[in-house]
Nanobody
Framework: QVQLVESGGGLVQPGGSLRLSCAASGSGFSINTMGWYRQPPGKERELVAIMDSASNTAYADSVKGRFTISSDNAKNTVYLQMNSLKPEDTAVYYC????????????WGQGTQVTVSS
């Protein structure tokens, strides 16, 4: 199976920055897409940013210009640089990966809390 290890969440003041990391480990799998979703308190889970194996990216409108997704393919790791954070960015952030291992899988990590508050 594939394991996802997320790190980088925490408490930050409005206007601050955080960098999330997610490393996928395991054997015999091929990653197609990695990215991040988030679930604000009392709301549905929503897409934040994704990147496919060709480095095509997509962002939620609410984070465009503030968040940047990147990856290190050699390490099967995806990053989310979050700048100019706002209180409405407060959420549990989940790493997402779409991979192939005999069949296609969509997989989410355990989540990391990001709280933006003064």
């Amino acid at each position: 199976q594939v394991q996802l290890v997320e790190s980088g969440g925490g408490l930050v003041q409005p206007g601050g920055s955080l960098r999330l990391s997610c490393a996928a480990s395991g054997s015999g799998f091929s990653i197609n897409t990695m990215g991040w979703y988030r679930q604000p308190p009392g709301k549905e889970r929503e897409l934040v940013a994704i990147m496919d194996s060709a480095s095509n990216t997509a962002y939620a409108d609410s984070v465009k210009g503030r968040f940047t997704i990147s990856s290190d393919n050699a390490k099967n790791t995806v990053y989310l640089q979050m700048n100019s954070l706002k209180p409405e960015d407060t959420a549990v952030y989940y790493c997402y990966v779409k991979f192939f291992k005999r069949t296609w899988y969509n997989y989410w990590g355990q989540g990391t809390q990001v709280t933006v508050s003064s």
